[in-house]
């Protein structure tokens, strides 16, 4: 497939779009004095104007910048709403926060919860009552002692195996068909952990529908939309609307072409809207659930989405309902409650600050650098600075950190893995995909880097253990030790890639506990392996067939498939699932799947390929030798060669050292 093709099917995948990685530092309280001079400033439209023009036109954010709508409340009153950039570069059409639609991604979640706590107030939905009771004929297995309640779907504690849906038929499908083909398990407590779940929200919409007998689309439409005069918006992209919605971009700045919602109209990010009808519903939530003449919530019931009801730790905050706790690195002591969105070419952020009734939204038509975090930093530390007084206070021996530490993976993407130590001096090392860090102790079980950034961990009472660091959207659990297998001792060159690849679930031996390190991989079961990796769920259907002892991989094979990472032959995508797979083909799958977690990909390890690679695999293969992805089978040549072996079959101890070593490289300084 050629790359760019690739890369543009790549970009479609939701759960990678909307990684939203970033640090979480919730600062001290900035000073009275501070706060009041600068809040007042805030109230005045003028200057509020400036300093977003002033924020805009930099030079390096105007370089990066395609377009941008800004809007931002104080009270009952909009201070500024204003377009910057364009709308459609080839045209040079400006972005009018009035008129210009934009995928708000995400931020469709607080409509849908909205939806949920006006039925709630009706007394259609008892939010702590058993959510069977809401679902009619759909049955979701519960593998726990816990009752899963609509509580657990507002804050993204489901518990569910899988909360993402990538891949599949590019055409749109009824929600209610997505939710019935995509039901997960609930394999967690609900209300134990936090992992970011799109299933729910849909699911909600779900909900929503069969309470009140209407569409779903609809229902928003007359109860949210209508009641706020919210005209440019909608769950459905209708011909008006698309006249008037803003060109996408990649990081280049190449136009993205249309592609459909999944599900159709999809209540966890198929929404649409203007900066202006955001204005509205931000005052709205500031003021206690009325706009105007109308009210569409009531206090309580806002005062509750915006409450914390989920959160690791006392000193981090969580989620609401339908809220988040993203960028608290920019809080700056002050409590805010926001919600973010992606989508290829769509990038938006909303935030509230009760107390001081501000609201702002901001949204980008371009991929690239983060400007939403900058753009709100530079909003926080302007009107609202903080002056951080955060003081160590070591609490925990020696022997208590040692409790914390191991590998912890997260609960969405798997292959995300911090590594966590102790130092001799009584701090603590964590390794991710950033780098290593030094933390200190400065309340238990909460700890701060060289930069201000705070890593938070649980201990539950059935010993469960949890992390929550540099990546916002869950949290990662402690994985249990390594399984014990016959046929690999400790001395074995092997060993500590093979249990870590059986802690992190990527390689799953058969009963007898034996591993069979030197046995051939088959391309079923390493695809497998990769998969499991990237969190997403196995499809459910597939016109692969093989023999018996891969039937199940297919489902994985199936998803591999349709994400692009490989492609079937012929019109059935027929694929020789148990043929042994070669080194160079693992490489490209590797290779692939770094592309997808937007790794960085110019590290060079100074050797250079000998032996002899297909062309379709040399970069791939260059790849994996750069990063030292490899055991001790491959040996270095002193002249500056490296032969991969590329055409060999992969062994099995070849594939835990090889998906180990994915996990635990990559990078993304």
């Not at 370089?63 to 201070?79: C, M, P, S």
């Not at 989920?310 to 809080?331: K, L």
């Not at 051939?520 to 390493?526: G, L, S, V, Y």
């Not at 012929?570 to 977690?597: C, K």
Request: glycine share 8%.
């Amino acid at each position: 497939m050629h790359i760019r093709t690739f890369v543009h099917r790549l970009v479609l995948l939701l759960v990678l779009s909307s990684l939203l990685i970033s640090s979480f530092v919730p600062q001290p309280t900035a000073s009275a004095s501070a706060l009041k001079q600068q809040a007042t400033r805030a109230t005045e439209a003028k200057e509020v104007e400036a300093f977003a023009d002033q924020f805009f036109n930099q030079p390096k954010i105007k370089e990066q910048l395609t377009g941008a709508a800004v809007v931002l409340v104080k009270n009952d009153q909009v201070l500024l709403e204003k377009g910057y950039g364009y709308a459609d570069i080839s045209s040079k059409k400006p972005i009018d926060p009035e008129k210009t639609v934009f995928r708000v991604a995400s931020i469709s979640k607080l409509f849908t919860a909205t939806a949920v706590m006006q039925l709630a107030e009706q007394g259609a939905i008892d939010l702590q009552a058993d959510l069977q009771t809401y679902l009619g004929d759909l049955k979701i297995v519960n593998k726990t002692n816990k009752t899963l309640t609509m509580e657990h779907l507002l804050t993204h504690t489901s518990g569910f195996d899988y909360t993402d849906s990538a891949g599949g038929s590019a055409k749109e499908v009824p929600n209610s068909q997505f939710i019935k083909e995509n039901v997960p398990t609930i394999v967690r407590e609900p209300g134990e952990a936090y992992r970011y779940d799109n299933y729910a929200f849909n699911l909600q919409g779900y909900i929503v529908e069969r309470l009140s007998g209407v569409p779903f689309t609809q229902y928003v439409q007359e109860h949210i939309f209508k009641p706020l005069g919210m005209g440019n918006s909608s769950f459905k992209l209708t011909p008006e609307l698309r006249k008037y919605l803003a060109v996408p971009y990649t990081a280049q700045k190449d136009p993205i072409p249309e592609y459909p919602s999944r599900p159709a109209e999809s209540p966890d990010g198929g929404m649409f809207s203007t900066g202006r009808d955001m204005a509205k519903f931000m005052i709205t939530q500031l003021n206690d659930g009325q706009l105007a003449e109308a009210r569409i919530l009531s206090r309580d019931s806002v005062k509750d989405m915006q409450q914390i009801h989920h959160q690791i730790h006392p000193q981090v905050a969580g989620t609401g309902y339908g809220f988040e706790s993203f960028y608290q690195n920019s809080y700056n002591g002050q409590r805010v409650i926001g919600k973010g969105g992606d989508l290829p070419g769509y990038h938006s952020w909303m935030w509230l600050m009760p107390e001081q009734k501000v609201g702002g939204f901001v949204i980008f038509n371009g991929d690239g650098p983060d400007l939403r975090e900058v753009f709100f930093k530079a909003f926080m530390n302007h009107y609202y600075p903080g002056t951080p007084t955060t003081t160590s206070t070591p609490v925990a021996s020696q022997a208590e950190l040692g409790k914390l530490t191991g590998i912890y993976q997260d609960l969405r993407l798997p292959f995300w893995i911090l590594q966590v130590s102790v130092t001799d001096d009584g701090k603590l090392k964590i390794k991710d995909p950033y780098g290593s860090h030094t933390l200190r102790e400065i309340a238990p079980l909460l700890f701060e880097d060289e930069l201000g950034s705070k890593a938070a961990f649980q201990v539950n009472s059935n010993g469960t253990q949890y992390a929550f660091y540099n990546k916002m959207d869950s949290w990662a659990k402690k994985v249990p030790e390594p399984n014990v297998y016959t046929d690999v001792g400790n001395e074995h060159p092997y060993a500590s890639w093979i249990h870590e690849a059986g802690q992190l679930g990527v390689l799953t031996p058969g009963g007898d506990s034996v591993f069979h390190p030197q046995q051939e991989m088959t391309r079923a079961e390493f695809i497998s392996g990769l998969m499991r990796l990237t969190g997403m769920a196995p499809s459910k259907n597939t016109s692969l067939t093989s023999e018996l002892e891969a039937k199940d991989y297919l489902g994985y094979v199936q998803k591999a498939i349709e994400l692009g990472l490989m492609q079937g032959r012929g019109p059935e995508q027929s694929f020789a699932v148990t043929a042994a797979i070669t080194r160079q083909e693992a490489a490209v799958l590797m290779w692939r799947a770094a592309m997808i977690a937007g790794v960085n990909m110019s590290k060079s390890s100074g050797f250079k390929l000998a032996g002899d690679t297909a062309p379709w695999a040399v970069d791939a293969v260059q790849y994996i030798v750069n990063n030292g992805m490899y055991g001790p089978e491959i040996a270095r040549n002193s002249a500056g060669t490296l032969d991969y072996q590329s055409n060999d079959p992969l062994l099995r101890q070849e594939a835990a050292a090889l998906l180990s070593l994915f996990c635990n490289r990559l990078s993304l300084n």
